[in-house]
Every structure is written in C-alpha cells, then in structure tokens.
C-alpha cells in the first residue's frame, strides 16, 4: 500500500498550473497591455531609444561608408573571404525562427501557453530578418549590382544561376519575411481593433482603425480570421525549417571540409530555434520585469522555453558530436584536420568557449528544474547561447576557410573597425525596433491569452460562482 | 474544462480474451516457425542472401519497434494527454525489443556475408585501418549488446511502472515514468544512431554521411505511428477500445504520420541533394549504386510512395479522421518502410540491379509471425489502456 501522503506529493507535480495567474481575467489583460502604450513613454524608455538609435545610426554610418569605399574596409582577405558579414547574416537570420515557431508550429501542435509570448518572439523574427537580410545585400560589395540575384526573366540578358544556394537564400529570405509579416499582421488585427476602440486622440483612433482594418470581432470576424491564421500557420511551418536548411545549404554544397556535410540542414535549423529562443528569453524577461507581467508571462512559460532551449542545444550537441565523429571515420584526412584544427588550431578558444561551454554544456543545466525555475540562471544560460551561437557560426565559416587545402594558402582573419561596428549597429538597429514595437503595438497577444482563461469557456464557473465572468468584468483580488 | 468531466466516467479496464484468438495464435506459430525454419534452409542452400535478406528484415521490425519505444519517450517527456489511451500498445510493442536480440545473432553469425571490413586483415585498407578502433569486432560486439540491453530494460521498465499504476493509480508512477523517459532519450539517441551506423551504413564501411542516423530515425519513427493505427484499428475491429479510442486520436496519429512524411523526405531529400551538389566519389557512390539499373526505379518508387502520395492524401483532414482510410495509409507507410529498408541493404548484394530472392520473403514472415505471436501473448496480459493513469480522462476527452 502506498501511504495518501505519497500519492498528494506526486499528485502536485502533476497538476496543470493555469496559464494566467492570480484569476486575472479579461479587464485586467485589456487594462495591463493596452495601458503599456497608451500611457505616457517612461523615462528609461527615452534613455535606452536614445542609445540604441545612436548606435544603429553608427551602424548605418558603417554601412554607408562600407557601400562608398568599398568592401575592403571589411577585414576580409585571402583566404578568408567570407567572416563577419556571413556570420551575422546567419546569427540574425536564426534568432528569427524561435517566433516563427512559436507562432506556427506550437499553434499547430495546439500548445496553448504560446499565447503569452508569441506576439513578441514574431515581432522579433520580423526585426531579426531585417538586420539579417543587410548582410547578403551589402556583402556582394557592389551593392547597386544585388539586384542580379532577383529571379529575372531571362529576356533581361541577367541569367541568375539558380545553382547557387545564395540564389535559393533570397527566395528562402524573401518568403520567410512576407510570410511571417502577414502572419503577424494577422494576429495583430483583433489587437489593434482594441487599441482603436479605446484610444482617446483623434489621430491615434484613424490609425490604429486604418490597420485595424474595419474589425468589430463579428461572429463572422472570427471565422475569417481563425481560417486565415490556421492556413498561415500551416504555411509558416515548412518555412520554419525550409530558411535555415537553405542558409544551411550555403555551406554544406561546397567542397570544403567542415563545411560539407550532410546533417547541416537540421543542425543549422535546431540551432536556429536554439539561438532564437535565448534571444526571447533575453528581451522578454526584462521587459515581463518592467511591465509587471509575471502573471501572463509566468515561471511556467519561462520553465517550457528553457526545456526548448535543453532540447535543441542538445539536438546541436548530437550534430557537434556526428561531426566530428564522421570526420574521423571517414577516414578523410583533410577532415580529419580541420576538426583537429578546430578544437587546436589558432581560434581554439572560439570552440571551448563559444561551442564547448556556450552551445553544449551550458544548457544542460535546464535538465534540473531548480534551474529553469531560477531566473537568474535562465538569464545566464541565454546570454550564453546569445554568444555562444555567435561564436559557433564564426567557427564554421572562418574555421572553414582560413586553412586551406595549401599551408601557403593559410590566412588569419583579423575584423576592422567597420566589421565590428557594422555588427554592433545591427544590434542597435534590432533593439531599436523592438523598443518601438513596445511602445506603439501590444507586446502580448491580448485577443489569444483571453482565449486560454478560463472564463472563455462558456461553462466555466469558479468555485462558489453562479455567473461567469463576462468581458470587462470587475477586477478580482 | 470540467463539464465533460461529468459526462464521461472513470472508464473500467478492458481486457484482451485471449482464448479468442487462440487459432490465429496457433496460425501465427506455425506460420513462424515454419518462415524461421526456411531460413534456416536458405542459411545453408545460399548463405549469403540469406544473410542480407535476414538483416533487412531484422532492420525493418527492428526499426519500428525502436519507432514504438521513441513514441513511449514523447509522450512522457512532453507530459502528454493525448497519447495516454493508445500508450498501452506502443509498450506492448516495445517490449518485442528483447526478442529482436535473439533474431540479431544470425547477424552476427552472418557477419563474413555481410560486413566486408570483418574480411580483411590490418594493413590492406589503409581507410579501414584509420577507423578500426571503431570498427572492430569485439567493440561491435559490445556496443550491440549495450543497444539491446538499453532497449530492453528500458521498455521493461516503462510497461512494468505502467502496469503498477493500473493496480493503484499512485501517481508516483507517472512521475518515474517521466524520469526513466529523460534519462532515456538521449540513450535512445545515441543507441539508434549508432545502430544504424552499425548494422545497415557498415555494410559498406567505406561510405558516410553525418544525417545517416536522422535518416533512419525519420523512417522509424513515422512508420511506427502507422503501425500503432494499425494495432490500435485491428483491437477497435475485435470489439475493443471502442468508447476509448476516439477519432480526435486518430486525427492526432494522422497528423504525426503527415509531419513524419515530410520530415522523412526533408531528410531524405537534404542527405540525397548535398551529396549530389558536392559530388565527391567518396559520397556518391552510394547514390549511384541506387540510381542506376533497376534500382533507380525502386528509388523513384520510394520517394513517390513515401512522400508524394501519404504527402497529398494527409494533408488533407478527411482521411485523417475515417479509420478505415487512415488505416489503408498506415499500412502503405509501413510498406514503404519496408522499402526503404530493402533499398539501404539490397543493393550491395545485388549491385546489377533489384533482384528479389525467395530468401527475402523467408525471414520477414517468420520474424513477423513470431513478433505477432508474441504480441498476441503480452496484450492479454493487462488492461489495453492505462486505466489509472493520471491523464487518462484527460485523453478520453480529447478534442483538436
């Protein structure tokens, strides 16, 4: 026999937590989100608009004094032709997929806690694969030429090589970012009617009601708009892996050790997820801190992403550890090299820090709930993964590179100025946007976190309640 | 979120009768004795297609069995609610991993027919010789035997935890359920992968590719959900599981044989262009080999069958939700994993082209009568679905 005591300590674990807490319910998730942009811009918010749009004014400097001189104020050289501008394009191309992923394939496996962090993570994704889609542009060094890369019709005399993976990046690119503005868009609309329908100047009700595009959540509404969602989903979810597996496919159609190898596309695409789930964890948990959010963005949604984030470092970890195993029983000795020399060579420490420490085994302090439920230490694996994402994609493509086949053909890479700033400006450009996207737009998804309370349901009653709840009802404490 | 709760009840176990299904049980035996009994005669008239057409039909169940086993892992790792109705079934198939380590010794005794690096001495190949201290014969021999000792606790365990809890629906159990399951997936990860390095990509030990081990686990793992449809539709037909098992769940099986498709191909696809792209010898001379001949048509098959066709009727909701159709693609899904299989180990038998020996029939009905046999034994023995479990009228009320 098992002791009753037994049985109720394994029975709470097993519970399911509400996914809003307090018995917040609908009044309160209007009042608390609407209010973040209705009220006046705090004082930290200027100061820190300010500093991140003076360094994205830098980095666009950068940029513009890149376009003007030309590439070579980059530090790219024989036979390093490739650095910075490919390693940012990657980084920030796959902090974009955590939202997409969220937002669609979360939907469609029906995880219903998505709804308190979907909205951000995708507003992030659009901001990501802006400063990503800057890299390929800039980096053909004659920029006003990048047009060439467009699928033009062949009467043009253009003739794009459809052979070339970076050909399929700007199609891959291209789709991803309409897609997922639309799938945004979308989501936002039922939002943005809210917003309309209580702003209190003129010129905020004509434009809030421009993009709300005449909602007035109508039985009918909602049928559209749920049809609509469902099929953006179903669309964005291939796009989840079909963007990084091209990205992917830069590198891996190549001959060049390291970088050829089949398993890239799921590798590069559980690291994406991995690097884009930090990056949600690294902007939602200061502003939930901020806005006094932790009833809709609670220590179980923070609890979940970490277990992603265990889940696809270790997906990363398996494709590290196939990596260097295939190099060595291919018995293939220029592969054999260039994973010795990644692990010895001269960027050694870029692998036992960036990929060793960052990427594998920081993560796998998620295995203990103590730690997923420590804010702290959530805040420190991210930032880990931040960097250490960085560091493994600067690891594959200068790794790759700066060895060649001819020890006279062996090179350093050594960024200038204008690569680090340029980097840095993309950092200011990202969190630029997302500090306007709070300002002016719901940063919660306040239409799909009313869904999951429990008043939505019809039947719903709390205990000792004869009526439900309706929307708008008085605050409960 | 409570009203069905009311509606439904607390549902009573249901019992497999066994003794109804004595004959097709005594079927089942003869039927496998006699298919293992033949290949005890192909081991002696033709050696060496027996050893090949052992080993594809040792891959083939061995692959959906490791596929059930994957399935057990998901559902506790995720602490989900759905899958807790047809959960019973898939430890129930799991626990065939045991017998699969009888049905590997041929394979080991086979192993001059089927593992040409076994044949050749230190010093001849000088790639072999740079990976000998993986592949060698005592180290293969211990690594299979951890693969198999894994498996086979594993899914011991998972069913007996499982089984307890139908006596005293202690939560507890479900807990160490879920710990068993972490601690099991990256066991599971490891053991499959180099599983598959092992027995199918040894074969040819000169040949490599880092997605081999994703390659076969897409494989296992969506036709082992269509296995599970079947298993869960054939139980329905005999009168069980019928308040149980819903359509809802069998739209959720649908829609992770729809994602399974497409990851299989993605693979596939991803594996089969890079090496194209690249074109180095070393690579493409696996490809080459399934691409010319009458494999090339086989190979068109496979990716037709097991993409484009489950692909466009999945996508679709209708099927997903009428047993009797999704049934029919289950079943097309695990044939065409059973062609996948033949095209991974085939081929290095018979180079010149598809050329289907009655050995290859001999293993596959006598392994899978015996396996069904086996089956028909262990489903009696406990309820047919977790009676006790904490979720399970969580999983009654299913709806997506």
Redesign the interface.
């Known amino acids: 026999m098992i002791e009753g005591e037994a049985v109720a300590s394994a029975e709470k674990p097993l519970m399911r937590v509400p996914l809003v807490l307090n018995k917040r319910n609908f009044s309160w998730v209007t009042e608390r989100i609407a209010g973040v942009i209705e009220a006046n811009a705090p004082r930290w918010w200027w100061v820190a608009f300010a500093i991140t749009s003076m360094v994205a004014a830098f980095g666009l400097f950068c940029l513009g004094y890149q376009i003007s001189t030309g590439v070579g104020t980059w530090g790219l050289n024989h036979p390093v032709g490739w650095a910075w501008d490919i390693t940012n394009f990657v980084f920030w191309i796959g902090i974009g997929h955590a939202g997409t992923l969220i937002s669609a394939i979360l939907f469609l496996l029906r995880q219903k806690w998505r709804t308190s962090i979907n909205r951000a993570a995708e507003a992030m994704t659009l901001f990501a694969v802006i400063c990503a889609a800057i890299f390929p542009g800039v980096h053909v060094g004659r920029v006003w030429m990048a047009w060439y890369l467009a699928p033009l019709p062949n009467n043009y005399g253009i003739w794009p090589n459809f052979r070339s993976p970076l050909l399929w990046d700007v199609f891959a690119v291209s789709t991803y970012f309409s897609v997922s503005v639309l799938f945004w868009y979308t989501g936002l609309i039922p939002d943005l009617a809210t917003l309309r329908d209580r702003a209190k100047t003129k010129i905020k009700k004509l434009l809030y009601g421009i993009f709300a595009v005449g909602w007035r959540g109508s039985n009918r509404n909602w049928r559209h708009y749920e049809m609509a969602y469902l099929l953006l989903a179903g669309l964005s979810t291939p796009l989840v892996l079909s963007v990084h597996s091209v990205v992917s496919f830069d590198f891996a159609t190549s001959i060049i050790p390291t970088w050829h190898t089949t398993i890239f596309p799921p590798y590069f695409v559980a690291g994406a997820i991995f690097g884009g789930f930090a990056m949600v964890l690294t902007l939602l948990v200061p502003a939930r801190a901020i806005y006094k959010l932790h009833d809709i963005i609670t220590p179980q949604h923070v609890d979940k992403m970490a277990k992603i984030i265990l889940l696809t470092g270790s997906i990363v970890t398996y494709a590290y550890a196939m990596e260097f195993f295939v190099a060595w029983y291919s018995g293939n000795q220029y592969e054999k090299f260039a994973f010795y020399n990644r692990i010895f060579g001269p960027y050694w420490w870029y692998w036992w820090v960036g990929m060793l420490f960052c990427n594998m085994l920081s993560p796998q302090l998620f295995w203990f709930k103590a730690c997923r439920r420590n804010i702290y230490i959530v805040y420190f694996v991210c930032m880990c993964v931040n960097a250490g994402m960085w560091f493994e994609r600067f690891i594959i493509i200068v790794g790759g590179l700066h060895r060649d086949f001819l020890p006279s053909s062996w090179g350093m890479f050594y960024p200038t100025w204008v690569d680090i700033w340029t980097f840095i400006g993309t950092l200011g450009i990202f969190t630029s946007l997302f500090l306007l996207f709070i300002r002016y737009l719901p940063m919660i998804a306040m239409s799909e976190v009313k869904i999951v309370l429990p008043e939505a349901n019809p039947h719903h009653a709390w205990p000792g309640e004869h009526h439900p709840v309706a929307a708008g009802g008085k605050e409960r404490n | ?3 069905r709760a009311d509606v439904v009840p607390v549902p009573e176990g249901e019992y497999f009768e066994g003794s109804r299904f004595a004959g097709l049980s005594f079927i089942l035996a003869l039927v496998g004795l006699a298919g293992l009994a033949l290949s005890v005669v192909g081991a002696f008239v033709s050696p060496h297609q027996f050893s090949f057409s052992w080993l594809f039909a040792f891959a083939f169940y061995f692959t959906l069995l490791a596929g059930c086993f994957f399935w057990i892992i998901v559902h506790h790792v995720t602490d989900a609610e759905w899958s807790v109705v047809v959960r019973r079934q898939l430890e129930n198939l799991a626990m065939l991993l045991p017998l699969m380590a009888v049905f590997f010794i041929p394979v080991l005794l086979f192993r001059h027919h089927l593992y040409e690096w076994t044949n050749i001495a230190p010093g001849h190949d ?3 010789d ?2 000998r201290a ?1 592949l060698n014969w005592d180290f293969f021999v211990v690594r299979s035997i951890f693969y198999f000792v894994f498996f086979t606790s594993a899914a011991f365990l998972f069913r007996r935890f499982s089984v307890q809890q139908d006596r ?1 629906g ?3 159990y ?2 160490k359920m879920r710990k068993l399951a ?1 601690i099991a997936l ?1 066991l599971f ?1 490891a053991s499959l ?1 180099f599983g598959a ?1 092992d027995w199918l990509l040894g074969i040819d030990y000169h040949w ?7 390659y076969i686990f897409a494989g296992a793992a969506g036709s082992s959900m269509s296995l599970l449809v079947l298993v869960i539709t054939a139980l329905r037909k005999a009168g069980y599981l019928q308040e149980t098992v819903t359509v809802e769940h069998y739209h959720i099986m649908g ?1 992770w044989m729809l994602s399974f498709t ?1 990851f299989w191909a ?2 596939g696809f ?2 089969y ?3 194209w ?2 074109n ?1 010898p ?1 690579e493409t001379e696996y490809f080459i080999r399934r691409n010319t001949e009458s494999w090339n048509a086989l190979s068109l098959f496979l990716v037709i069958g097991r993409f484009f066709v489950p692909f466009a009727i999945l996508l679709l909701r209708g099927p997903k939700k009428k047993p009797h159709r999704l049934c029919l693609i289950a079943g097309w899904i695990v044939f065409m994993q059973l062609v996948d299989i033949y095209i991974v180990i085939l081929p290095a038998l018979h180079g010149a082209g598809v050329l289907v020996s009655v050995w290859d029939f001999m293993p596959l009905i006598g392994i899978g009568a015996t396996l069904a046999f086996f089956y028909l034994r262990i489903v009696g023995k406990t309820s047919l679905f977790p009676v006790r479990d ?2 399970v009228l969580e999983s009654l009320r299913t709806t ?1």
């Open positions: 979120m409570s009203e000088p790639v072999l740079s990976k993986y005293d202690n939560p507890a479900t807990l972490f990256p990860g992968t390095y490599f590719s880092t997605m081999w081990g994703v829609k497409v993605y693979i991803s594996q262009m890079l090496i792209y690249a180095m070393e904490p979720r997506n």
